[in-house]
């Protein structure tokens, strides 16, 4: 579009907005309606009803799809049972991180971080758990993922995330 173009044709510019509000409009038809897809499939599940993928988030590092099941990545899986047994052993998250790496270990497809390993020991995917936010419902699926550790490890190890996690200090002086 030109300055004269736009005085000469002024309705030029109207159409192109409302080519672009239909867009929007299709677009976001679009998202609602996967959007309930993938309610109706949590609601499936979480019923009893329903057990196959639901194609929505992150999948853990240490799975994948093999004929429409979840399967392990042996030598991923090995380093997330490694990384929560020394966690629950009382190692921080950095000597951590090296151990695996020095081990040639990888809990994803990248280089194990301490910040990465913060993520994975709160995650519920550890014991099987699939959490789905879909505003305002959050859907808890159990028994989704195959389970890394059982219930009773994951608790305790959620006990002592929140012991040895870093606390926010109300204060001028930082600790």
């Known amino acids: 579009y030109s300055r004269d ?3 000469a044709n002024p309705m030029d510019l109207v159409y192109s907005l409302l080519v672009m ?6 677009s976001d038809t679009k998202s609602k309606r996967v959007r309930d897809a ?8 979480v019923n009893g ?5 639901i194609r929505y988030g992150k999948t853990p590092g240490w799975l994948r799809v093999v004929d429409g099941r979840w399967e392990f990545v042996p030598e991923r899986a090995e380093a997330v049972r490694a990384a929560v047994d020394m966690f629950r052993r ?8 090296k151990a695996l790496h020095d081990a040639g270990l990888s809990i994803g497809t990248g280089a194990p971080t301490s910040g990465h390993l913060v993520r994975l020991l709160a995650s519920p995917a550890l014991k099987g758990e ?3 936010v879909l505003e305002p419902e959050t859907y808890v699926l159990e028994n989704y993922y195959p389970a890394v550790v059982d219930a009773d490890v994951w608790t305790d190890l959620q006990q002592l995330v929140t012991l040895r996690s870093r606390r926010h200090v109300k204060g001028a002086i930082p600790s």
Not at 21 to 26: D, F, L, S, T, V
Not at 49 to 53: D, I, K, V
């Open 21 to 26: 509000i239909r867009a929007h409009e299709e």
């Open 90 to 97: 009382g190692f921080g998250t950095g000597h951590i991180a």
């Open 38 to 45: 993938i309610r109706r499939q949590c609601v499936g599940w």
């Open 130 to 132: 699939k959490h789905l």
């Open 5 to 7: 173009r736009l005085k």
């Open 49 to 53: 009803a329903y057990r196959g993928l």
